[in-house]
T-cell receptor
């Protein structure tokens, strides 16, 4: 099925551990995004990639790094996980960064840092 | 920076009735788009409807319609003939410069 695929769906980490969240889209979209969603709050942008080879910080980039591996894949890395990074993480893609395009979202990764 | 405000954390509606979810935003841009996304308990975010700021005509998608008031910077979502499957969290989003800003969401409960 076409869309955005995120792995894993659930993860529990210990404080200080590292991990990478994977995201892949098969819609030939140029732009990809990582958001986090905390309880009672909307989605906050962590990083985005307007096109292959470019990445930019969003609203809450501290503690994260990203890699746009190719046009299809955009990964999010937590180098040293902290409890404050407990959240649901969503990857999204869009045909371009043009304002007329909505996002297609993955199903999210629920991350718990203990 | 743009901001999006959803002033109703929770709303409820009787099945088959109509409900309106509110959204206001702040921007100095003239060209932008507004969106409503639905997030059911499955957690999957789904695009419901979008509106271009330059279009005066309000967007409609089946039972979903918007009331876009550009001068007031208001963008409400009306759901007609509400169904049990409409129960979800709804997010209003603004987009102009390549990335979207989201409101905090409104949780909609549909009562049978």
């Amino acid at each position: 099925n076409a869309g955005v695929t995120q792995t894993p769906k659930f993860q529990v980490l210990k404080t200080g551990q590292s991990m990478t969240l994977q995201c892949a889209q098969d819609m030939n979209h140029n732009s990809m995004y990582w958001y986090r969603q905390d309880p009672g709050m909307g989605l906050r942008l962590i990083y985005y990639s307007a096109s292959e080879g470019t990445t930019d910080k969003g609203e809450v980039p501290n503690g994260y790094n990203v890699s746009r591996l190719n046009k299809r894949e955009f990964s999010l890395r937590l180098e040293s996980a902290a409890p404050s990074q407990t959240s649901v993480y969503f990857c999204a893609s869009s045909l371009t960064t043009g304002p007329d395009y909505g996002y297609t979202f993955g199903s999210g990764t629920r991350l718990t840092v203990v | 920076a743009q901001t999006v405000t959803q002033s109703q954390p929770e709303m409820s509606v009787q099945e088959a009735e109509t409900v309106t979810l509110s959204c206001t935003y702040d921007t100095s841009e003239s060209d932008y788009y507004l969106f409503w996304y639905k997030q059911p308990p499955s957690r999957q975010m789904i695009l419901v409807i979008r509106q271009e700021a330059y279009k005066q005509q309000n967007a409609t998608e089946n039972r979903f319609s918007v009331n876009f008031q550009k001068a007031a910077k208001s963008f409400s979502l009306k759901i007609s003939d509400s169904q049990l499957g409409d129960a979800a969290m709804y997010f209003c989003a603004y987009r102009s410069d390549g990335k979207s800003t989201f409101g905090d969401g409104t949780t909609l409960t549909v009562k049978p």
